[in-house]
């Protein structure tokens, strides 16, 4: 199978797709086509483990770039942990996607996109540049850390990220640098793309991406929509997901699932104040704006990476968007109540980031009964993605929730280690001495 980016200037193999990140004319990869699954592996699909899929679904992607052998080996490597679909409520449920070792969904696409790139780079040096808006940064430190040959560098913004978090980007030390930009995560993000795409830089290392926009992210967290439809598909009601999003690769997983034919019956892009999609679907004009900072901050984006992989998933046709997304905005105030309201009622904790795909769900319930008045014949279950534990952002949950969460032991280990990070400006020539210094 080509990948070809979004630019349409690049085409290459899935080795080059993964080793490089971005195309050179500053587009994503996308595979030329999504693969279509046949009819028996829907139907046995309840019988499947985590892992069989993951192995059957990667497999579409990556051809004969790995053997079946090396695949498997990474696949059990990697989803070597949990992932529930837990009932909150009477047709609501939580795809608990935080049982990895850094506690957040990013586990999932960081340590397969990590493992992928040690596997296909056979071991030549390579710099990994990533941009964290919290999450990602630990994920892909832990997928990388130690790997022979891969020097990690983690860009994030300064008094941005919780403090738990910027312990899970600051302590790793070796192989793992965490770089403290003095900006917003628009800007680290635009910095590693301007350092990815620097001449010099190129012709020193050999430089790769680890953010989202890498497709080797993308590719194993469609897993888990398959993986939720195997845990609830014995209900025998459609299925609509709740996306909590920033940079959208979450989403645009979904659709890649969907593609390949699993009957998702409705998709809802959930955000916080950072509105750019839920008002292009209602204007059909894409604004890009700065991002705001808001409780749910892994998903403070103003400029979504992956929209350009949606609208080429929907060949730039605002309608088609519309008919598989739902997507709405939500407060902070919103937010809050959310979780209150949860805990009390179900005895359920969210984070703030699932708290916001709750609402998702509760807002399309409200429009779906509307249009729908034989309520007992048409129903829906729905599934929200539930990205972190709630203990990585303890200080937000527990000041909403006035009473004390317990920190899992996995994450009290990163807190009682010692930060170590540098400080810069978000000036790409500033930073490119300090990379070109290293070796
Ligand atoms: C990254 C992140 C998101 C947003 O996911 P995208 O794929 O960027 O849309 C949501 N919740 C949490 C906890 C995250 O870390």
Redesign the pocket.
């Known amino acids: 199978m080509k990948y070809i980016s979004t630019r349409k200037q690049e085409e290459t193999n899935i080795k080059t797709a993964i080793l490089k990140g971005l195309a050179d004319d500053g587009g994503l990869f996308m595979p030329e086509y999504i693969p279509q699954l046949e009819a028996d592996f829907f139907e046995n699909l309840p019988n499947l483990s985590l892992q069989e899929i993951g192995f059957k679904v990667a497999k579409e992607f990556l051809g004969e770039s790995i053997s079946d052998e090396n695949l498997k080996e990474i696949i059990d490597e990697v989803l070597n942990f949990e992932i529930p679909a837990v009932k909150i409520s009477d047709n609501i449920y939580s795809l608990e996607l935080f049982h990895g070792p850094t506690m957040?969904?990013?586990d999932v696409g960081a340590r397969f996109m990590a493992r992928m790139m040690a596997y296909l780079s056979e071991g030549k040096p390579m710099k990994v540049i990533a941009a964290t808006?919290?999450?990602?940064g630990s994920a892909v430190a832990s997928g990388f850390f130690n790997v022979l040959g891969i020097e990690v560098y983690i860009l994030y913004p300064k008094g941005k990220v919780s403090p738990l978090q910027e312990k899970q980007l600051t302590t790793w030390g070796g192989n793992i640098k965490a770089l403290e930009i003095d900006g917003t995560f628009d800007d680290c993000q635009a910095l590693a793309k301007q350092i990815l795409s620097d001449e010099e830089l190129n012709q020193k290392f050999t430089l790769t991406s680890a953010n989202?926009i890498n497709i080797a992210r993308l590719i194993p967290?469609s897993f888990y929509f398959f993986w939720a439809f195997a845990q609830l598909q014995k209900l025998g009601k459609p299925i609509v997901f709740s996306?909590?999003?920033?940079?959208?690769?979450?989403?645009?997983a979904g659709l890649f699932a969907k593609k390949m034919g699993l009957p998702i019956h409705q998709f809802i892009a959930s955000t916080n104040a950072n509105d750019v999609v839920p008002n292009y679907l209602e204007t059909g004009n894409y604004e890009s704006k700065p991002s705001k900072q808001t409780i749910?901050n892994?998903?403070d984006?103003g400029n979504?990476s992956?929209f350009e992989r949606m609208k080429s998933l929907f060949n730039d046709d605002v309608s088609e968007f519309k008919k598989e997304i739902k997507s709405y905005s939500f407060s902070d105030e919103e937010t809050k109540e959310t979780m209150i309201k949860v805990k009390n009622d179900f005895d359920y904790t969210l984070?703030p980031?699932g708290a916001v795909a709750y609402l998702g769900l509760v807002t399309f319930r409200k429009s779906f009964d509307s249009a729908h008045d034989d309520k007992d014949n048409e129903d829906f279950v729905g599934v929200l993605l539930e990205?972190?534990h709630p203990a990585?952002f303890v200080e937000a949950v527990e000041e909403v929730l006035k009473t004390k969460i317990e920190i899992p032991e996995k994450l009290e280990a990163f807190n009682k280690k010692e930060k170590k990070s540098v400080e810069y400006p978000a000036d790409l020539s500033l930073v490119k001495n300090y990379l070109m210094e290293e070796n």
């Open positions: 957040a969904f990013k808006s919290g999450d990602t989202s967290q996306v909590p999003s920033g940079n959208f690769g979450n989403l645009t749910s892994a998903m984006v979504p992956n984070d980031h990205t972190a990585k």
